[in-house]
């Protein structure tokens, strides 16, 4: 992965925190948001993957 690619992925989450936290949302708001949303990552990449296998 190139430099450019390490920073941007954590400055797009930086910005979303910020803009999250100034709508008043807490920092526990957001690390469960955050949770549930890698819940739902894992779970469309497995689909993905079980489709692939079957294709």
Known sequence: MSAVGDHRPRSVLESREKALHGSGFTR???HEALRVSA????????LDAEAAALA
Do not use: Y
Request: aromatic share 0%; net charge negative; glycine share 0%.
């Open 28 to 30: 526990e708001q957001m």
């Open 39 to 46: 819940v739902v990552h894992a779970a469309a990449v497995t």
